[in-house]
Structures are given as C-alpha cells and as structure tokens.
C-alpha cells in the first residue's frame, strides 16, 4: 500500500468553527488530491496540488483552503465549517498525475 | 460536460456467478479508465487501469474490464464471484497529467453477495 496518512481520522465540530485534515506521504509524490465522499455523488474533487506551493481548484472547492508547503504535506482547511461540509475526506497521491492512490479517509461531522 | 455514470446503485449476485458492472463516460479526449474498490470504512483500492494498448486489461483479484471506445464503456467483470467481493465499486476517468491528473468518478455499484 501507498504510504499515505491521514489525521484525525474522525472529527466532530461545531458550525463556525475552523478545520484542517492532513494528509501526509512518503512517497515523494508530485500530485496530491483531497476529495470528498458523499452518498449519491461518489468521489468529488475538492483542490489539488502539483508540487509545493502549487495548487488548484476542483469541482466543489467552495468553503476550502488548501496549502502545501513540504512535498510530504497537504492541508485541507475548512474556514468556517458547515454542516452541508459533513462527509468522509480522502487524500490521494500520484507519482505522475496518472494513477491516484488513496488514503484512509476523514470522517468529520458538523454539527 | 465530461462525466461518468454507473446505472447500477446496488447489485445482487449469487456466490460463484459472474459479474458484470458497468460504467459509461463521456469524455473529449482519449481517457484514462480505472476502476477501484471500497470496503466499508475503507480507503479505495485500485483493482484495474486503462490507458492504452490492449483493451482488455487484467486487474487484481480475479477482475478484467474491457474499454469499448464505439460504446465509450469500460465495463468490469469477474467470471465467479466470492463473497469478500461484497463492496462498492467506483468506475473513474481522467487525462492523465494533461489536467493534473483530475479523475471524475463515477456514483458507485454497491455489490452484495448471496451464499
């Protein structure tokens, strides 16, 4: 398996309050992903990163900040945490933006 | 719009009989196709991949998927089904590098297995 780490595991917040899940890899992979899981819509892109420092959007980036600031880390910072913002979080790394390789996932519940 | 789609929410098979899931996209470029899995409470693991050469592509775990570029299908298979083989399967397109390697997934085929 990928050496690909994700912390917490499960978190339960207040709305209002802010959010960051970590991904952490020691793959020396260029590409990291952060998506969300929700019932009905598979997997959705939240942000990505194509080396440090080097980010973009994804299809439902709305409410998130991400940053990478070490090939080895990936935040995912949910400013002001909603409720519509409860899901299952997973990281994925790829060595050349070609295959992904998934983590464990976050569960977060906004209350 | 790119987009993936699995008709099948939920599938029901016996233990030992074939399987078929399938997955249709829509996508303007020549598509990299994967298919993974999830168990519950799991992280997903990827089974199978396609990006080019032979069409049909063996995965692990006793899978195969066929891409049919005439249908835009990439449909996965497995000739006896085991009862571990119970999970949810995500079918996923992408343009490799090209678009930092951004996949689209399809909604997922919950698979249930009957003793």
């Known amino acids: 398996d990928a050496g690909i780490t994700q912390s917490p595991r499960h978190k339960v917040t207040e709305t209002g309050t802010p959010v960051t899940l970590r991904c952490h890899q020691t793959?020396?992979?260029?590409?990291m992903y952060w998506y969300r899981q929700d019932p009905g819509h598979g997997l959705r892109l939240i942000h990505y990163s194509y080396g440090v420092k080097d980010t973009d959007k994804g299809e439902v980036s709305d409410g998130y900040s991400v940053s990478r600031s070490k090939t080895e880390d990936f935040l995912l910072t949910l400013e002001s945490a909603t409720s519509s913002q409860t899901s299952v979080y997973f990281c994925a790394i790829s060595q050349a933006g070609e295959t992904q390789y998934f983590g464990p996932g976050t569960r977060l519940l906004v209350l | 719009a790119q987009s993936v789609t699995q008709p099948d929410i939920h599938i029901t098979v016996s233990e030992g009989a074939s399987l078929e899931l399938r997955c249709n996209y829509s996508y303007g470029a020549t598509p990299y196709l994967f298919w993974y899995v999830q168990s519950p409470g799991q992280g997903l693991q990827l089974l199978l991949k396609?990006?080019?050469?032979?069409?049909l592509v063996q995965g692990i775990k006793g899978f195969e998927a066929e891409f049919k570029r005439s249908q835009s299908s990439f449909n996965l298979r497995k000739p006896s089904v085991h009862w571990s083989d119970a999970a949810e399967y995500f079918c996923a397109v992408g343009a490799g590098n090209n678009q930092g390697g951004k996949l689209i997934f399809g909604q997922g085929t919950e698979l249930s297995v009957k003793p």
């Open positions: 793959e020396n992979h260029r590409y």
């Open positions: 396609y990006f080019s050469g032979d069409t």
